[in-house]
């Protein structure tokens, strides 16, 4: 993780985070000032699935930043439920930074690299045209347009195949069906850059940092914000067999296979890898490698489950 010296709160900035039990949230709450200057919103308070509730929050509290680290993940299950999908995903993102910018509060939205298609054979950059293959791609790009037409001061990081210490993740899936086969099935022919959460929440503190105390007109809008380093599914998942193997944790064997012999309800991109250069040149702070944070996560994963397996 490439990391340049903080900026520094130069007056007192409120953060209001959305999303507070999700994966992202709860790095964000590991990487943000604890000196009460960051407030967390769950469901229960502003559920993007009704938006007039997010609109109440910020308008009580009037915070500096809003970032929106809440969404609809579930790629098949948004085929399934597209209304619901686009509802947290679109439209209420688009009210939340609208809401933001009526108490000139800036907006931080995260999206997705499958809002393309993956047929570049090459790292997608922001200027290239989203063209999504399912629901949950279509949302996240409808919530990009919502919210970069709500709130002139926002912007958008698209990051790609998130993992950490939290939630539902590739990671703890792979340790739980470790320790229950004796070989797994994994797409090798869909390519991209896995993302360590601890590391995209230190990117969204970063901007928020910016946004608060630094807020020039270039550093707003869209940006990419993944890991550095390329892998197939097929390729990540022997690593996190290998490096939780050499932990003594749970391990199998992977068996590679095609996308066409893994059953699903969409079709995901072929290649979906995110070059995020534009973010280090303006922000000085990208991802680091996948590698570096699959380390980092299995030694907490492992540890916590007494080598024996992941948490769900």
């Not at 990391?3 to 959305?18: F, K, Q």
């Not at 995903?89 to 690299?113: C, H, K, L, W």
């Not at 996560?297 to 007494?306: A, M, Y």
Request: proline residues 5%.
């Amino acid at each position: 993780m490439a990391v340049s010296a903080w900026a520094c709160w130069a007056r007192m900035t409120r953060i209001l985070i959305l999303g507070e039990t999700g994966q992202l949230a709860r790095a964000l709450r590991r990487v943000m000032p604890a000196d009460g200057s960051v407030m967390f919103a769950g469901r229960t308070v502003a559920d993007l699935a009704q938006p007039e509730t997010v609109r109440a929050l910020i308008t009580r509290t009037r915070p500096s930043v809003v970032i929106n680290a809440a969404a609809y993940t579930a790629v098949d299950g948004a085929e399934r439920e597209p209304a619901h999908a686009r509802a947290v995903n679109a439209i209420g993102p688009g009210v939340a930074a609208r809401a933001a910018a009526e108490v000139d509060a800036a907006f931080i939205q995260y999206s997705t690299d499958y809002v393309f298609d993956g047929d570049t054979e090459r790292p997608y950059v922001e200027s290239d045209p989203p063209a999504p293959l399912g629901v949950y791609g279509q949302t996240k790009r409808e919530g990009e347009m919502a919210v970069a037409e709500a709130n002139a001061r926002h912007v958008i990081l698209r990051t790609s195949w998130l993992f950490g210490f939290d939630g539902t993740n590739f990671v703890k899936t792979m340790l739980r069906l470790a320790a229950e086969r004796r070989v797994v099935d994994v797409v090798a022919d869909q390519q991209g850059r896995p993302t360590f959460a601890e590391d995209l929440a230190r990117v969204g503190a970063r901007v928020a940092d910016c946004l608060s105390s630094d807020d020039r007109p270039e550093r707003r809008g869209l940006f990419h914000a993944a890991g550095s380093q390329d892998a197939t599914w097929y390729e990540f998942a022997r690593a996190i067999m290998a490096q939780s193997a050499a932990r003594g944790g749970p391990s199998c064997d992977v068996r590679a296979v095609s996308s066409a012999e893994y059953p699903s309800a969409v079709r995901r991109p072929k290649d979906s890898r995110l070059d995020s250069a534009r973010l280090g040149a303006l922000y000085g702070i990208r991802p680091g490698s996948w590698q570096e944070g699959l380390a980092a996560t299995l030694d907490r994963l492992l540890i916590e489950t007494g080598r024996t397996g992941a948490t769900s």
